[in-house]
């Protein structure tokens, strides 16, 4: 039998629209939520342009991922914290980074992108109560920010997406069964 690339474009297309692939994702538990990661593609993305990012940050002495912040979280605030920290990443660092090199503007969208449909599922947990947020994880968040803050925009975004690796283990490595 003989497709024709038209007809594999639309099978692909509608796999992509009922959402096939991220049943193909790594199914990791925070708290009460489950969620499909692709953590593959995460750390491939990351990967093409670490070395790149890394070499641009130039506060090798300041942390916004620090290993306390990232320590001890609750198992039912998982979800909360993760949640937080991809908004953090959506809003505050890939919507004011401005690479000047085009794969580097890609793998950062593609990471933006990966990161926002995570954050869809977590809203939906959060929606029905499932993702707790205490005083503790706000506090967390707000550390985080701040470092942040305290930072001009380049260096910021810059130190942020070079510490993206100290997330993509806390993802992998904290998930809760």
Partial sequence: MKFSGSFLYLVALALLVHGV???MG?????GKCVVSVQIHELREYFSEIRKTIVGEDGNSGVRLLKEHAMKNIKP???????RQ??????????NRYTPKDSQIRRRTSSLANSFLSINRDLRQ????LHCQCDEETKKRIEAIQ?????????????KAIGELDYLLDWIETHHHH
């Fill in 26 to 30: 790594r199914r990791l538990h925070f």
């Fill in 76 to 82: 039912l605030e998982s979800c909360c914290f993760l």
């Fill in 146 to 158: 701040s470092t942040f803050e305290k930072l001009d925009v380049s260096a910021a975004t810059v």
């Fill in 85 to 94: 920290l991809l908004r953090f990443y959506v809003e505050s660092v890939f």
């Fill in 21 to 23: 692939p991220a049943a």
């Fill in 125 to 128: 947990c959060n929606a029905h």
